[in-house]
């Protein structure tokens, strides 16, 4: 009688034990997921790049929809002129150190990404004016055009860009 | 040495011959490239086989001394390799982003060809080294009338742009400009008359004494003082651009120059004066005394 108590004793701790252990793992908070950083920007609509500015990284691997893109392991993901912009899928990259360590991107939809050419603009041609190579104006533009003349020969392009700089540059056509 | 020659010419008389050789060598149009203003690439002009045939007609005053005229076609040849990459700097992508565009040059070769007919007009010094053979020296002058070029380009070339603030290199985006392609075509030279200088060593000895036959074998060398070939323009930039593409791509090189034939860039540093060196083998048929001796006989 004696032994039986101490037995169902025993079992109720047991019990209480595995519970508490249960309860304790189901409460227990979810390990920090690390963070995504901004570091992929986009190029015209067919190209999402790593910004590797400070020469951290050494290795890449891009996903589509959380899987694996076979084979992308290059710093930039381009789909060959099939535009990326408006398809609906979630791009995201992981890149690596040197030393192992992994940067995990900050994931989104192709248009969800910064466009890389308002950080790193070109200059923006305010007037294209093209001379033969004796002196004679030809034409005057915005932009410099994709056949200006028809004879072929040594031609001069003044070129004015917005912030003011002028460049002179022979050309052959 | 005037007399000599008056004394050697009334004793030995003038005799005349005809010639003709055919020769082959290594010939250069001349011009020199410098990688001043694109240091990333390596450039050298290699020269090309060289070919002549010469047809002449010559007289001996004696012994020793003799003139020479001729007609002569020659090839001279030009062949200027490039290795190595192009930047263009700080340029705009169609997209308005600023980039460094680099072109890769793989096996780049340049060449050109010039056919002359040639007068040349020599002097001869001939030495008896033994009763059979004879050495001789040739120096004289040439006028040069070029009467057929080519020239012509092939080569593979990589564009890749590098977009300096994300350390990015990009490279096989051909709907973006950046391809790689293998370019070739030919185009014109505009030639000129030419006058050379020419030396010519050479060992004779004859095959048929009885008729006179002699066979011939020499090396040779020549200058020429004058530009053989000069381009419409010079001193422009090389450029790849590559305009069979569409507009897209048209518009992405818009800041660089169609290929622009080598001698017609700012990487060539001397003229293009052609030189030649080579050998020649021929045959001189001597034409039969025609010193005219003095009659004794008495008139009736």
């Known amino acids: ?173 | 040495m005037v007399l000599s020659l008056l004394v050697n010419t009334a004793v030995y008389g003038i005799s005349s011959f005809i010639e003709i050789s055919a020769g082959g060598g290594w010939s250069s149009l001349g011009y020199s490239l410098t990688n001043e203003t694109q240091q990333g690439l390596t450039m050298r002009q290699n020269g090309s086989y060289g070919l002549n045939a010469h047809i002449g007609y010559g007289l001996q005053f004696n012994k020793y001394i003799g003139l020479g005229i001729g007609v002569d076609l020659a090839r001279y040849g030009a062949d200027a390799r490039l290795k190595g990459t192009a930047e263009w700097m700080g340029v705009t992508d169609t997209e308005g982003e600023r980039y460094d565009h680099i072109v890769s040059v793989h096996t780049w070769s340049d060449w050109q060809s010039v056919y002359m007919i040639e007068i040349p007009l020599s002097v001869y010094l001939r030495f008896p080294v033994s009763e059979n053979v004879r050495v001789y020296g040739q120096i004289g002058a040439k006028v040069c009338l070029p009467i057929m070029s080519s020239a012509s380009y092939q080569g593979t070339i990589s564009h890749s742009g590098v977009y300096e603030p994300w350390m990015l290199t990009i490279s096989d985006m051909p709907n973006h400009g950046f391809y790689t392609a293998n370019m070739q075509d030919s185009y014109a030279l505009r030639t000129h008359l030419t006058v050379a200088g020419f030396v010519k060593i050479g060992v004779e000895a004859p095959v048929d004494k009885l008729n006179n036959v002699w066979l011939y074998g020499a090396i040779c060398g020549s200058v020429h003082f004058m530009p053989a070939v000069t381009p419409d323009t010079g001193n422009n930039i090389i450029g790849w651009r590559n305009d069979t593409y569409d507009q897209t791509m048209y518009q992405a090189h818009s800041f660089m120059s169609d290929y622009s034939p080598i001698l017609s860039t700012n990487l060539i540093k001397r003229e293009a004066k052609p030189f030649a060196l080579g050998a020649e083998i021929g045959i001189r048929f001597r034409i039969p005394h025609f010193k005219r001796y003095g009659c004794n006989c008495e008139r009736e």
């Open chain 1, 1 to 173: 009688m004696n032994m039986n108590k101490h037995l169902f004793k025993a079992m109720t701790v047991m019990v209480l034990w595995t519970l508490s252990v249960s309860i304790k793992a189901e409460v227990a908070p979810p390990p920090p997921k690390p963070e995504c950083q901004d570091i992929v920007y986009r190029k015209w609509n067919d190209v999402l790049f790593v910004d590797n500015g400070n020469e951290e990284y050494v290795s890449y691997q891009w996903y589509k929809n959380h899987t694996e893109i076979t084979g992308e392991t290059r710093q930039y993901l381009y789909t060959h002129g099939i535009p990326m912009e408006g398809d609906g899928n979630i791009y995201h990259v992981v890149a690596t150190r040197a030393n192992g360590s992994q940067v995990i991107s900050c994931e989104g939809r192709f248009e969800d990404f910064e466009t890389s050419v308002t950080l790193n603009p070109g200059k923006k041609i305010k007037k294209a004016v093209l001379y033969t190579y004796t002196g004679f104006k030809i034409g005057e533009w915005n932009d410099i055009p994709e056949h200006p003349v028809v004879d072929k020969g040594c031609y001069i392009w003044v070129v004015m860009y917005e912030n003011g700089d002028i460049l002179s540059q022979r050309i052959l056509y």
